[in-house]
């Protein structure tokens, strides 16, 4: 069952602009987390967030929780060419932290 | 830095074969997890470990077994590999239960065609 949907699906900007994607939630959590993808590689973890934290702050990443409406925001700031990837929230939920991934953002930074 | 590898990048079988995919991370995880991803699904939980010897099954197990034997090595096999379980394969582990260290590290993946 998919816990977290992103939005959007696909986003294209140019290089230097800001990206922000949204991710909602159905059920309480433990922590929410975000991972990029490269085309056809494994997945890198970016950032947790705790259901206790509001924002987050890595490098050029900032990451927001609203646990009241059940949503998080992954902004990525003055965008490179190599950040062009696939973008996953998974929440973390239950004793044993399992995770369950959204079906991701596709972001394109054109050069 | 946490390395996980797998045994393969791509794999080609054929329906009713009996396939083995072969996860290894070298940083004394103790859990240890299968994932397939399919366009449109994303990642989906097929089977998890806490520790040697120990298995749970996640959100799709049909079809699928697991075995670990080793707290470094998670294997997934596929009992009889039918063209629906044409994915990729995602390996990933865990330092342990009960920290605050939550992140997960994957492989680089498997991608799997059945035929």
């Known amino acids: 069952s998919q816990q977290g949907e992103e939005d959007p699906q696909a986003l294209s900007i140019q290089e230097g602009e800001n990206a922000t994607m949204n991710c909602s939630y159905k059920?309480?959590?433990?922590?929410l987390q975000w991972y990029r993808q490269n085309s056809g590689r494994g997945l890198v973890h970016l950032i947790l967030?705790?259901?206790?934290?509001r924002e987050k702050h890595s490098g050029r990443l900032r990451v927001t929780l609203d646990t009241s409406k059940k949503s998080s925001s992954l902004l990525i700031t003055a965008s490179r060419a190599a950040d062009t990837a696939s973008y996953f929230c998974a929440t973390a939920s239950g004793a044993t932290n399992k995770l369950i991934f959204g079906t991701g953002t596709l972001l394109a930074v054109q050069p | 830095d946490v390395k996980v590898t797998q045994s393969s990048r791509y794999l080609v079988k054929r329906t009713g074969e009996k396939v083995f995919l072969e996860c290894v991370q070298d940083?004394?995880?103790?859990?240890m997890f299968w994932y397939r991803q399919d366009p449109g699904l994303g990642l989906r939980l097929i089977y998890f470990?806490?520790?040697?010897?120990?298995?749970e099954k996640g959100d799709i197990p049909e079809g699928y077994s697991v075995s670990r034997e080793k707290k470094e090595r998670f294997s997934l096999i596929l009992e009889s590999a039918s063209t629906n379980q044409t994915s990729m394969y995602l390996c990933a582990s865990r330092l342990r239960w009960g920290t605050l260290r939550h992140e997960q590290y994957f492989g680089p993946g498997t991608r799997l065609t059945v035929t």
């Open positions: 470990s806490y520790d040697v010897k120990m298995k």
């Open positions: 940083m004394d995880h103790e859990n």
């Open positions: 059920t309480s959590i433990n922590n």
């Open positions: 967030i705790r259901s206790n934290e």
